[in-house]
């Protein structure tokens, strides 16, 4: 393995993930919810009168954010080396996995495990392992 150093962004790293910190902090001090997007989302496609309106907000920041940040800085190019289908099959998959693990990377690997859930390591775990197994078998065995 072998690191990219002119793509390295120690600073940059750091700085989003204490935001993203400071937001989940914030969200669970000020309106006792957790921040895991799965749960968000989920919860405006069953909306509950007086629960709508932070979900919306939170989407909302998480949609304009990029752009915010496009305005002041440079947004890095990216590629999608892979079709279309793998990838809405990969986002099925995801969408599938949040429901089983009842939550996602957010809700269990930032907030879940900061409260020191055995659940949300466990789930952490299996998610990360699952991610580790499918990109060596896709790399290494398949070939892709």
């Known amino acids: 393995m072998t690191i990219d150093w002119a793509s390295f962004t120690p600073w940059t790293s750091l700085a ?23 749960g968000v989302v989920g919860g405006l496609l069953r909306p ?4 709508t309106a932070w979900r919306a907000a939170f989407i909302l920041g998480m949609l304009l954010a990029p752009g915010l940040y496009a305005w002041i800085w ?21 969408g599938i996995g949040t429901r089983f693990g009842s939550g996602c990377t957010s809700g269990h690997g930032v907030c879940g495990l900061a409260r ?23 790399r290494h065995v398949i070939g892709g």
């Open 16 to 38: 989003g993930g204490l935001l993203i910190g400071l937001a989940a902090s914030l969200l669970v001090l000020m309106n006792g919810r957790i921040a895991g997007i799965s």
């Open 48 to 51: 509950r009168t007086g629960d």
């Open 74 to 94: 440079r947004i890095p190019q990216s590629e999608i080396t892979t079709s279309t289908p793998l990838l809405v099959a990969a986002g099925l998959l995801v």
């Open 116 to 138: 020191g859930s055995a659940r949300s390591l466990v789930a952490t775990l299996s998610f990360m392992l699952a991610g580790f197994i499918t990109v060596f078998v896709t």
